[in-house]
């Protein structure tokens, strides 16, 4: 019987070529239909996605002939892992595909940042030559703190070790994993020493919201804040307090907490007022989720599911 996979969101195209030359039988999908995903699923035994739907309990129930779910990206927070994992569903996922362009991606925004870059682009265009009113800050002998430091962490770990700082790093689940790029510390010491932050944890229950008052509070010096995760990480109105506080410096947001499910416009149906501050200051710089989002990782992301999609296979 020829194995069935259900593309429900859009890929580089050689996942697809790659599955077929390994013997499965690829169908598209593209809509927006919960529902008809539900009807549909029954006949696959594998599903490739990134964000259009949760693959929560009552999807993963009419999934009776689902082996694995393929996550073009490194987020898991849209699949019910444990259910699937009661079911033998295999979850899969690509975080070895676009950590580099996180971490190169974490380190432009910082420079950015630093040196005003998005401002004083605007200015010149604009026939303002302001020379001493951008003067920058640099990276050299500076304390970043990463939280999280799994690819996407170590990764940008990596990309700074040219920029002479002294770069630290946090993980409530890993221990031992200090390298020539970074040194494990506990959350007290990220606190007595940081002056870049940079969030690099999955969504979950602990993080979300984690970045609150309490958290910003904690720090002994103002610092820089790096968000290329989730944007529910961080609470919104309680970042701006502390950059109008001047608890924060800045902050380089690639997602934002107002996100709809899919990552491909903001929830536009009621933005609060801590959205119109965040846009409106000059100490804020902001990307549309697109750190991982170059078009290295898009093959790249393709090769490492195919991969573990032919280990979980055997072929």
Known sequence: MEKRVLFIDTTHPL????????????????????????????????????????????????????RFIARVGAGMENIDGDYALSKG????????????????????????????????????????????????????????????????????AEKLSGFGARVIAYDKYKKNFSNQFVREVTMEEVFATTDILSLHVPLTGETRQ????????????????????????????????????????????DVLEYEKLSFENLDSAGLPEDFRRLIKSDKVILSPHIAGWTHESNEKMARVLIEKIRNLYGI
């Open 210 to 253: 984690m970045v609150n008052k309490t958290y910003l509070d904690s720090f002994v010096r103002p610092l820089i804040v790096i968000n290329t995760a989730r944007g529910q990480c961080i609470n919104t109105a309680a970042l701006m307090d502390a950059i109008d506080s001047g608890k924060v410096a800045g902050a380089a947001l």
């Open 15 to 66: 996942l697809g070529q790659e599955l077929e030359r390994l013997g499965f039988q690829c169908a598209h999908y593209g809509g927006n239909s919960r529902q008809e995903i539900l009807d549909m699923l029954s006949g696959f035994e594998g599903v490739i996605i990134r964000s259009k739907i949760r693959l929560d309990r009552e999807v993963l129930e009419q999934a009776g002939n689902l």
């Open 89 to 156: 569903i295999a979850c899969l996922n690509a975080p070895e595909g676009n950590r580099d362009a996180v971490g190169e991606h974490a380190a432009g925004m910082l420079l950015a940042l630093l040196n005003h870059l998005c401002r004083v682009n605007l200015e010149v265009r604009n026939g303002l030559w302001i020379r001493e009113g951008n003067r920058g800050t640099e990276i050299q002998g500076k304390t970043v703190a990463i939280i999280g430091y799994g690819n996407m962490g170590s990764a940008f």
